[in-house]
């Protein structure tokens, strides 16, 4: 509106300007007529009258004007006529333009006007309609949440519904008896199991009263039960007696749910009942069982105590605390190194605390210790502990028992004693014997002299008669004093063995040919037979070996009347230069009886009595022979039936002697076990715990000290620190081996300017050439072989307990096992040579193979692991460390697969791994099935040595 009015102020403007210009035409004119019709022009434009009526005065002015306009230029020139009607029809034009536009404006605005009202309109009505619409949301929100909800409650309902048909169907089909019922003990629900359990049918048991169920004298069970319902009270767990439908009584153990209602009222209870009667048996005769167990250790009249695994003590038998005067609880709950019996003394604690860590690893222990049994007694007791298995092979006690065996101690005390001097009067006879023989000899020899005169004057055949018996008489004394001068030599130790080049077959052809003449006398048939021997020239004692076959053929001369007399030689290569020569002998003769043949190798000992009568004899020949045997380091044995004859055969090692190595066996081994040979400071360098202990007591019962390490390393630093007589280096060890070790030592030497340097002795399992110059190249001075003997030991204490040039010829010392027998064959213990070569001390022998029995099977277990990561090397040197201890217990089946699993780590072999490790395990387990024959076998040849 505003608008409009303005616009109809400039129109009504523009029409007075052009009203006063007509006007001063009018002036000029003199005409007055046209004011009249200018006013109402004016009027009409300034009022704003409708448009006709303006249209209408402007007509009528255009009217007058243009007339006046016209005369104007008729009076005043055209110029100014066409001046006054430009600006005149110019205004109007405006005007009218201006009036024609205000009026489109003014529709416009009306327009407008409307329009906005229109707007004004729409937009109430739009926001009524936001309105509406926010409200209509609102409301479908409503109903999309209460629709979620809905749906929601659907689902957990449906789930619901499904989780107690599941639930149901659980408690319908589980084994236990599920039972629900009301306070008053009013069944309401009853499932599979409780008619399994109890006999009732469903229909039987329902609105029945649970009181039913219950047996007569529990009926305050029941009582109970409705108590504690009532005071809103569960019931986890209670035992009862129950009765069957049949009358059965069954143990039960009950389970007491209260049930609630919506508004939280108790409406009844859940009961859950599991049949126990069973359970209830096997804990009787479980706790009969424990009372039995009890019982029986009570009873027993050693120590015995029950522990758990780690070693707490969960029992202990009567015996073990009435002895000590202590009751139960002074012991349960300790641990048993603790205990009242052994915490007396820390050495005692950790033997204890071992043996116990070793049962609860499965590896059962057994020794002698002291124990304490009340103030200041002590008793020594046979120790041990096992452990307990479940089926599952799993541990689950420790047994720990002990019988007193002080008296066995106080005897075999006693009894070494008895023997020590029983040994010294053996060696007091046995130098009774030997002087008195030489003492004998001097005047024997001038009677056989003065014979063998007097057979050589004029004598008739009388007297020739008398002087040949007096000759043969005198041979056979002196044949016996020599018995008894080389027996009493052995029992001191004073037999000698010159060892050196001799041809095998000359000895024992030169030998037979000895006794052809007596044989031939007898009507006797006497040959020899070769087996692969010939032309052999070997290293050793000729002389003792001679001895040895005069003595077999002699026996057997003097016992066959009628038949033959067979001597076989059989040869068999152990290594290159190392061979086994078994001699035997045998005869058609008179036989020997099977009770005799055990003891036909002890000292004054023939197969009967009259035999003496017969052929005479002292007895002695088959004792010395043995003993000269075993010196050389073979072994005799005999085989024989009475009246069919008999065979004796000896195994003795030889070296394979070249001119070259002759020199090797210029110089005599002395074998002296009186303890006379040199005492010497040594160090022993050897990674087996067996050879180590059996080298070590060795040296130690010869007077002489030694210092024992595992490696190379640990010798270099014993080197560095201290001087020794001389160093025994095996060559095998873990880490740094003994020939890294002597490179450095002389290494160190050489850069001290050392100029005496240590005497080192190389000890290996290999004794091939090879392996011996390997050694003298790396800085060794000698060599001795295992498995190590005593003769080694006192040769190595007689060789260096002076200056020795360390240039000279190298002097094997070794003496090398072997055997022609199959493993299946072979004992798996060789009792003779073991107790021999522990000096004939039994607990000595004990000692070493009860080692190699504790640590063989760890040995079988670290090579069965190496085995899975295919590392050879280790299970090489596994194997040499289970080889050296084998031999040294004089184990020839387990030294002999321990060797060829050792030589998998140079060359592949022929058999695989795998099928030697199972030879291995079946030779352990051969080796520890026979340790029991083991130690009686050796108590037996010390009885028997006795």
């Known amino acids: 509106m505003n608008s409009r009015n303005a616009m109809a102020k400039i129109v009504c403007a523009l029409g007075i300007a052009g009203g006063i210009l007509l006007l001063d035409t009018c002036m000029l004119l003199g005409n007055a007529t046209p004011i009249l019709y200018l006013i109402t022009l004016t009027i009409a434009f300034s009022t704003g009258t409708r448009e006709a009526i303006r249209f209408f005065a402007f007509l009528c002015t255009a009217a007058t004007a243009i007339p006046m306009l016209l005369e104007s230029a008729s009076q005043h020139g055209a110029t100014e006529f066409v001046d006054r009607s430009v600006c005149i029809v110019a205004i109007w034009i405006v005007a009218f333009a201006l009036m024609a536009t205000r009026d489109a404006l003014a529709a416009g605005c009306e327009r407008l006007r409307t329009a906005v009202l229109l707007t004004n309109d729409l937009r109430s009505e739009r926001e009524e309609a936001r309105r509406k619409t926010?409200?209509?949301?609102?409301?479908?929100?409503?109903?999309?949440?209460?629709?979620?909800?809905?749906?929601?409650?659907?689902?957990?309902?449906?789930?619901?519904?499904?989780?107690?048909?599941?639930?149901?169907?659980?408690?319908q089909s589980c084994g236990f008896a599920v039972v629900g019922h009301s306070i008053d003990g009013t069944i309401t629900s009853w499932n599979e199991g409780a008619t399994a359990i109890y006999g009732y049918d469903v229909s039987e048991a329902d609105g029945k009263s649970i009181q039913m169920l219950f047996h007569q004298d529990r009926q305050h069970d029941f009582e109970k039960i409705v108590k504690e319902m009532r005071q809103g009270n569960s019931i986890e767990q209670m035992e009862t007696v129950f009765v069957t439908k049949d009358g059965t009584s069954i143990d039960v153990l009950l389970t007491i749910s209260l049930i609630y209602g919506a508004g939280g009222q108790l409406l009844g209870a859940s009961k859950v009942a599991t049949n126990i009667t069973?359970?209830?048996?096997?804990?009787?005769?479980?706790?009969e069982s424990e009372l039995l167990t009890r019982g029986m250790l009570d009873s027993l009249v050693c120590f015995a105590s029950v522990c758990s695994p780690s070693g707490i003590v969960v029992h202990a038998n009567q015996t073990s605390l009435q002895i000590a005067g202590i009751c139960a609880d002074d012991v349960i709950g300790k641990r048993l190194e603790e205990t009242y019996w052994w915490c007396y003394d820390d050495d005692v604690k950790a033997r204890i605390r071992e043996a116990v860590e070793m049962a609860g690893r499965g590896e059962p222990s057994r020794f002698d210790v002291t124990a304490r049994v009340g103030g200041s007694e002590r008793i020594t007791v046979d120790f041990q502990v096992a452990c307990l298995r479940n089926e599952d092979e799993e541990i689950t006690h420790l047994v720990a028992s002990g019988f007193d065996v002080t008296s066995r101690v106080v005897y075999q005390t006693q009894l070494i004693e008895s023997m020590e001097q029983a040994r010294q009067a053996n060696l007091a006879k046995s130098h009774f014997l030997a002087t008195m023989s030489h003492e004998l000899r001097t005047p024997l020899n001038g009677i056989l002299g003065m014979a063998e005169l007097l057979s050589g004057t004029a004598l008739d055949p009388r007297q020739q008669n008398y002087v040949s018996l007096c000759r043969s008489s005198g041979d056979l004394l002196l044949n016996l004093i020599s018995d008894v001068l080389d027996f009493s030599k052995i029992e001191e130790g004073k037999l000698t063995l010159d060892s050196h080049l001799f041809d095998l077959e000359e000895l024992v052809q030169k030998t037979v040919r000895s006794f052809r003449y007596r044989a031939e006398e007898k009507g006797l048939s006497l040959r020899v037979e070769y087996d692969g021997c010939r032309e052999k020239m070997l290293a050793g004692d000729s002389v003792r070996m001679q001895q040895v076959l005069v003595n077999l053929i002699g026996n057997a001369l003097k016992f066959t009347e009628e038949g033959y007399i067979a001597v076989h030689v059989h040869c068999e290569f152990a290594s290159d230069d190392l061979i086994t020569v078994t001699l035997s002998v045998r005869d058609t003769g008179m036989g020997i009886s099977e009770d005799m043949c055990a003891s036909i190798f002890d000292p004054f000992t023939q197969a009967d009595a009259s035999t003496?009568?017969?052929?005479?004899?002292?007895?002695?020949?088959?004792?010395?022979?043995?003993?000269?045997?075993?010196?050389?380091?073979?072994?005799?044995?005999?085989?024989?039936?009475?009246?069919?004859?008999?065979?004796f055969w000896v195994e003795i090692p030889f070296r394979v002697a070249s001119e070259t190595d002759s020199r090797l066996f210029d110089s005599a081994v002395v074998v002296d076990s009186s303890n006379s040979c040199p005492a010497a400071h040594i160090l022993v360098a050897e990674d087996n715990t067996t050879n180590r202990i059996y080298i070590a007591d060795l040296l130690t019962q010869l007077g002489s000290t030694c210092e024992c390490v595992e490696d190379g390393a640990a010798a270099i630093s014993r080197v560095n620190r201290s001087r020794y007589d001389f160093v025994i280096m095996d060559c095998r060890m873990p880490g740094m081996d003994g020939i890294q070790a002597t490179k450095l030592i002389r290494s160190q030497e050489r850069q001290r300017g050392e100029m005496n340097p240590m005497v080192i002795v190389a000890l290996t399992a290999n004794s091939t050439k090879e392996d011996r110059d390997r050694c003298i190249r790396a800085g060794m001075n000698d060599f001795i072989s295992k498995p190590v003997t005593k003769n080694q030991i006192v040769a190595l204490l007689k060789s260096y307990g002076k200056p020795v040039d360390a240039d000279r010829d190298v002097v094997n010392l070794g003496c090398t096992e072997s055997s022609s027998e199959s493993r299946g064959d072979m004992v798996p213990i060789d009792t003779e040579k073991l107790f021999d070569r522990c000096m004939e001390s039994v607990d000595f022998a004990e000692t070493l193979i009860d080692e190699l029995a504790k640590n063989c099977v760890e040995y079988v277990r670290k090579i069965d692991e190496y085995r899975q990561t295919d590392d050879i090397q280790a299970i090489s040197e596994t194997a040499h460390a289970l080889k050296g201890a084998a031999s040294i217990v004089?184990?020839?089946?387990?030294?002999?697969?321990?060797?060829?699993?050792?030589?998998?780590?140079?060359?592949p072999g022929e058999r695989?791994?795998?099928?030697?490790?199972?030879?291995?395990?079946?030779?352990?387990?051969?080796?520890?099935?026979?340790?029991?024959?083991?130690?009686?076998?050796l108590r037996q040849i010390s009885s028997t040595h006795r």
Request: net charge positive; aromatic share 4%.
């Open 134 to 171: 926010a409200a209509m949301a609102s409301i479908m929100e409503d109903i999309r949440i209460e629709r979620r909800r809905l749906q929601d409650e659907t689902r957990d309902r449906r789930v619901a519904e499904i989780k107690h048909s599941r639930l149901a169907a659980i408690v």
């Open 278 to 287: 069973q359970k209830k048996e096997m804990e009787r005769q479980l706790r």
């Open 612 to 647: 003496t009568r017969i052929h005479g004899g002292s007895g002695l020949g088959l004792a010395i022979t043995q003993k000269i045997v075993r010196l050389m380091g073979g072994e005799i044995y005999v085989e024989s039936k009475l009246k069919e004859g008999s065979t």
């Open 890 to 907: 004089c184990a020839p089946g387990l030294m002999d697969v321990a060797r060829a699993i050792e030589d998998l780590g140079f060359e």
């Open 912 to 937: 695989p791994l795998e099928s030697l490790v199972v030879e291995l395990q079946s030779e352990v387990d051969r080796f520890q099935a026979y340790l029991p024959v083991a130690r009686k076998g």
